[in-house]
C-alpha cells in the first residue's frame, strides 16, 4: 500500500460506526417495508446496525470474490448463485489463463455454497423493497453479483448502501434503482484503508447477527 494511503486517516472506527454513519443517509426507509441484505462477512456487520437503526429485518447475500491466482486480493470478479461477474482486469486475456480461472472459480464456488447453507439468505423477496449493504466497495465486483442475484428474484425496488467507494465508480443503473455513498473517495487503494479496526469478521459473528432480531 503507497505511504500516502497508510497515513490517510481513517473516516470510522470500526464497522459498527460505519453501519450507524450509513443508516443516517438512509433515514427515509426507517420503518418501511423493506429488508437490509448485507454480504458475508463483514457488510453483515454494517448491515446490522443499518437494520438496527431503521427498525428493518436483516438477512445475507452470499457472494464470493474471484482473486487472482496466488494474489487473492487483486480481484478479477465476483460470484453469487446464479451470477458471475468479471472485472476489467478479470475480462481482459492477460497472465491468468482460462484454466487458472476455472479453478479459481471452482474453489470459490464450493466456499459459496458452503456459506450460503451457514449463514441463510433473505427468504422471497418477490416485490419487495431490499438495501443491500457492504462495508466498501473497492472494484464493485461483488456488490454487482449481489444486485444482480437479487434483482433476478424479482424484487421491486433495490438500494446498494455502502459507507465508502470510489468517486469514479457507480452501478449499473440498469440493476439498482438508488445508490447510496455517504463517503466517496477520489484517491482510493482499499477499503480497508478507511477503517481503524477493518478485523476479519467470523462465521460466529455472523451468525450472532443474523438470529438477532435487530428490530428488538
Request: some cysteine; hydrophobic content about 45%; proline content about 6%.
Amino acid at each position: 500500500m503507497p505511504r500516502a494511503y497508510r497515513d490517510r486517516m481513517a473516516i470510522f472506527a470500526d464497522r459498527t460506526a460505519a453501519g450507524v454513519d450509513l443508516a443516517a443517509e438512509l433515514a427515509a426507509w426507517r420503518g418501511q417495508d423493506a429488508v437490509v441484505a448485507g454480504i458475508p462477512r463483514g457488510g453483515i456487520v454494517v448491515a446490522a446496525e443499518v437494520a438496527r437503526v431503521l427498525g428493518l429485518p436483516l438477512g445475507a447475500v452470499v457472494v464470493r470474490k474471484l482473486g487472482a491466482p496466488e494474489q487473492e486480493e487483486f480481484a478479477l470478479g465476483a460470484i453469487a448463485e446464479d451470477v458471475r461477474v468479471l472485472t476489467d482486469r478479470g475480462g481482459r486475456v492477460g497472465t491468468v489463463t482460462p484454466e487458472q480461472m476455472a479453478m479459481v472459480e471452482d474453489a470459490e464456488r464450493e466456499e459459496l455454497r458452503r456459506r450460503s447453507a451457514l449463514f441463510g439468505g433473505i427468504g422471497s423477496v418477490a416485490g419487495r423493497t431490499v438495501i443491500v449493504v457492504d462495508d466498501g466497495v473497492a472494484t464493485g465486483a461483488t456488490a454487482t453479483a449481489a444486485c444482480r442475484s437479487l434483482r433476478g428474484r424479482g424484487v421491486a425496488h433495490l438500494v446498494l448502501a455502502v459507507p465508502v467507494a470510489p468517486t469514479a465508480w457507480m452501478p449499473d443503473p440498469a440493476v439498482v434503482d438508488e445508490y447510496v455513498c455517504p463517503h466517496p473517495q477520489r484517491r482510493f487503494w482499499a477499503v480497508g484503508e478507511f477503517y481503524d479496526d477493518f478485523t476479519q469478521t467470523s462465521d460466529a459473528e455472523v451468525l450472532a447477527l443474523l438470529h438477532h432480531d435487530p428490530r428488538a
